[in-house]
């Protein structure tokens, strides 16, 4: 079995320049980044934006770092409103022009996927019709996405308005099941609120799964933890990565952590090396 290819995501690297951030990751060992376009790391709205990025394609392979693109900047689009707007809101415009310049931006870098989220869905807003515009909107940003040859990762997230993975299937499904549209899956928010085990998790998405977060997490909070914080056991839920052949990133995902970013990546990759290597000796003692 080839070993997982693990990657950190800059979104925990905040406090630091964009280049010092890829050098630090790639110093550790990492494999990859989860590159989360915000002001501070590749602003999508830069007017020098693709010379920075075509920069930036050069630094990446120099590193030897594979590359995902994140969405979930808190306020690059509001200044007053955390992740607003989103592709349920009365005027997702904003929205869907920063998903259709990140799967460009994707292309541009080769990255392996585009990964976005739903958003929550205000009190006074119906439910039905916030399904329909999320299915309007996904389907904008898929166009796109066909047409850059880009998989995009959807993020069921804890909160918002497709928090499952029976979520997820749905949209998929409402969708047409398109070929381009894929998951990303967050470790922790499996212990969260799924109702089966971590690992059962991983096994049910395999054929689908595009994008991993990986991170600790306690039942019933939707709070990012470093590992050994948390309930999750990881040596099987990394045993069934490998097992169903996923290949790409597996990147943590620790966005409240960059007043510590250097350690807290050491550590994190030590952990997650050490955890692999468990899940490996146990597979080899099944006979």
Known sequence: MSGLRFGYGT??????????ALSVIAGL??????????????????????????ALGRRLAELGLGVVIET??????????????????????PRLDFLRRAVRIGADLGAEAVSFWAGVRPPELPVDLAWRRLVAGCADVLSAAEGAEMMLGFEPEPGMLVESIADWERLRADLGAPVHFGLTLDIGHCRCLEPWPVEECVRRVAGQLVNVQIDDMVRGVHEHLEFGAGEIDFPPVLRALTETDYGGLVAVELPRHSHAAPSVARDSLAFLRAAEQRSLDRFQEVP
């Not at 980044?33 to 709205?45: E, S």
């Not at 979930?72 to 809101?89: E, M, Q």
């Open 11 to 20: 979104n925990g690297f905040s406090n630091h320049r964009l280049d010092d």
């Open 29 to 54: 060992g990492y494999e990859g980044v989860a590159l989360t376009l915000d002001h501070q790391h590749l602003d999508p709205f830069d007017a020098h934006l693709y010379r920075h990025v075509r």
């Open 72 to 93: 979930g900047a808190r306020y690059l689009l509001d200044p007053w409103r955390k992740h607003a707007p989103t592709l349920i809101d009365d005027e997702p415009a």
